[in-house]
């Protein structure tokens, strides 16, 4: 046991919960289900993907073993790195309702990018594994896997109904979500036919699209916290009200500016940033109204909402090409451990408040107490512990002869 992982029942947020992230726990690094699959995997020669702990839970009841899931998140390159360990061959088996293509096709990406091969399964309209396998036992999953398709050719299947290649006016919309696939497959054969198959549907020469591949950037890696040096913490008194922020944070502000400026950066806040995150008035709005945009460019401003939003909302539209030539990963992890870590640190600065006003007789207990938590702060979030409070080494000076 690594770690706790929940999914609520019913409505509400956050959909999953997890345990706080350790030094043997970090849910990007870590499957669910795939302790108990690995045999099944090597067996079988092909992981299934699915979305969700009940999903898992209905297909290995249902005699399907092979199966695994992400922590409640996107698939990240270390969860791919695991499966790359033992198997050659992915089937993802999420929703097919527009979330789950958008979540299907990063995962795919990502799975490319370590050489496996992906197929893409497509549910039934409205349903999902776990409602599927509960009417129909594992025989109504077999016609869906059988109908499985490579990834790539599923996108071209969603763009060919779309009518994206039939005038010039769709074509290179089409062939820019194409391109990042091909540019994240690292087998050299598998790129090759990928770009066979897009020249011949798209009629762009193979010559032009290697070289428009060549030109794409590639993904910049989501960067770990440094590790805490080796020293003495001793936080000083914090001026943070234990009351919310009401005139906005710096965080919140650099999450809604990369959410205006882009539909990649409104996908992933959409599923890994819980919308109670935002406290100062007219951001919980914006950020709710962001994360139901679905194009992928600036998202424009709409009508009939606060004028203040929608003032800070044009500002942020203004301000596109600036938030998407910065570091845009740094920031994004940046503004969302300290929005996580902001109700850990209000609980700190409550203690020392408590410790002040209470009588002598109760210090000791309340003094061990804040000793766990300052501990527990400084190894949660060590950036942020630095921030607020700064690092400090006590040594002793040499004695004097």
């Known amino acids: 046991m690594v770690g706790f992982g929940g999914r609520i029942l019913g409505q509400g947020e956050p959909k999953y919960l997890n345990s706080p992230e350790s030094p043997i726990f970090k849910k990007g690094q870590t499957l669910y289900n795939l302790h108990a699959a690995r045999n099944a995997i090597r067996k079988e020669g092909a992981v299934i993907i699915v979305e969700g702990y009940f999903d ?6 249902a005699g399907v073993e092979h199966v695994v899931a992400p922590l409640g998140t996107a698939l990240t390159g270390d969860q791919a790195a695991l499966l790359k360990r033992l198997t050659q061959q992915a089937l993802l088996l999420l929703d097919s309702d527009m979330a789950g293509l958008k979540a299907t096709f990063r995962a795919g990406d990502e799975l490319l990018r370590h050489e496996l091969r992906v197929r ?15 009417k129909g036992g594992a025989r109504a999953l077999e016609p869906v896997i ?16 779309r009518g994206w290649f039939t005038g010039m006016e769709h074509r290179r919309e089409a062939l820019d979500r194409l391109l990042p696939t091909i540019r994240a497959t690292r087998d050299p054969i598998q790129r090759e036919l990928y770009l066979s198959l ?18 794409l950037k590639e993904p910049a890696p989501r960067q770990a916290p440094p590790p805490a040096p080796d020293q003495d913490h001793r936080p000083r008194p914090s001026t943070e009200s234990a009351a919310p922020r009401t005139d906005g944070t710096p965080a919140e502000l650099a999450l809604l500016r990369l959410m205006v400026a882009s539909g990649e950066w409104r996908r992933r806040a959409a599923e890994g940033v819980p919308p109670e995150w935002f406290e100062a008035p007219g951001h919980r709005e914006m950020f709710d109204r962001l994360a139901a945009v679905g194009d992928d460019g600036p998202a424009p401003v709409p009508e009939g909402i606060d004028p203040a939003i929608q003032a800070r909302w044009a500002r942020f539209l203004a301000e596109t090409p600036q938030a998407l030539a910065g570091p845009q990963d740094r920031i994004f992890d940046g503004a969302c451990r300290v929005l996580e870590a902001r109700p850990h640190f209000r609980a700190l600065d409550r203690l020392n408040r408590q410790i002040e006003r209470a009588p002598a007789s109760e210090h000791a207990t309340l003094a061990a107490r804040k000793r766990e938590l300052v501990e527990e702060l400084r190894t949660r979030y060590p950036e942020e512990f630095q921030r607020r ?6 040594r002793r000076r040499p004695e004097r002869r």
């Open 56 to 61: 898992v839970l209905r297909l290995v009841v």
């Open 120 to 134: 893409v399964a497509t549910m039934p309209p409205g349903e999902d594994p776990d409602t599927l396998v509960q």
């Open 146 to 161: 059988a109908d499985a398709v490579d990834v790539l050719e599923r996108k071209i299947q969603i763009l060919d109904r």
């Open 198 to 215: 897009v020249s011949e549907r798209s009629g762009v020469s193979k010559a032009v699209l290697e070289q428009e591949v060549a030109n």
């Open 389 to 394: 409070y700064g690092w400090r080494r006590t």
